[in-house]
């Protein structure tokens, strides 16, 4: 892993494009870069049930973040995950039906860390590894896939 200094430096670097993506979006997001998280909230557009989403970003940029959907006790269940769906323009949907977000910059959805991809490599290789899967590399460009396939969303995972 990175050291957290690193890490915090990248935060920063990215911070005022989180925070235009964010007001563009309607989200709120908190970048706290001394303890490498970032928390954003939002609303599922169909069900209008709150969102949190966290990423642990300890070692990014050279792993990906650790990407959970929390419910309002602050634990990453099933539930607190949006379900997938499907929409023109999109293969398939990063809501995995496990309670996972399922994309290559996401660290959790590497087998090393009990995700189902073992087919994507080493967890430094996350911007190159998994060809075809969807692609973002800064936080913000994560923050707004989430937001693309939350659209297609019918509901909450049971």
Same mark, same amino acid.
């Given at each position: !892993?990175?050291?957290?200094?690193?890490t915090r430096a990248q935060l920063e670097v990215e911070l005022a494009a989180i925070t235009a993506w964010a007001g563009r979006a309607g989200w709120q997001?908190?970048?706290? /870069?001394?303890?490498?998280?970032?928390?954003?909230?939002?609303?599922? /557009?169909?069900?209008?049930?709150?969102?949190?989403?966290?990423?642990?970003?300890?070692?990014?940029?050279?792993?990906?973040?650790?990407?959970?959907?929390?419910?309002?006790?602050?634990?990453?269940?099933?539930?607190?995950?949006?379900?997938?769906?499907?929409?023109?323009?999109?293969?398939?949907?990063?809501?995995?039906?496990?309670?996972?977000?399922?994309?290559?910059?996401?660290?959790?959805?590497?087998?090393?860390?009990?995700? /189902?991809?073992?087919?994507?490599?080493?967890?430094?290789?996350?911007?190159?590894?998994?060809?075809?899967?969807?692609?973002?590399?800064?936080?913000?460009? !994560?923050?707004?896939?989430?937001?693309?396939?939350?659209?297609?969303?019918?509901? !909450?995972?049971?």
């Open positions: !892993m990175l050291p957290a200094l690193v997001v908190d970048v706290d /870069p001394a303890g490498r998280l970032v928390t954003a909230r939002t609303w599922h /557009p169909r069900t209008g049930v709150p969102l949190w989403v966290q990423a642990d970003c300890a070692g990014y940029p050279s792993v990906a973040p650790a990407w959970r959907f929390l419910d309002q006790a602050g634990e990453s269940q099933k539930s607190a995950y949006p379900a997938a769906g499907q929409q023109p323009g999109i293969s398939g949907s990063v809501f995995h039906g496990n309670g996972l977000i399922c994309a290559p910059w996401n660290r959790l959805a590497y087998k090393v860390n009990n995700g /189902p991809h073992g087919d994507w490599g080493a967890l430094t290789a996350w911007k190159t590894a998994a060809a075809g899967y969807t692609q973002a590399h800064t936080i913000a460009d !994560m923050l707004q896939t989430l937001s693309v396939h939350l659209t297609a969303s019918p509901a !909450m995972m049971t």
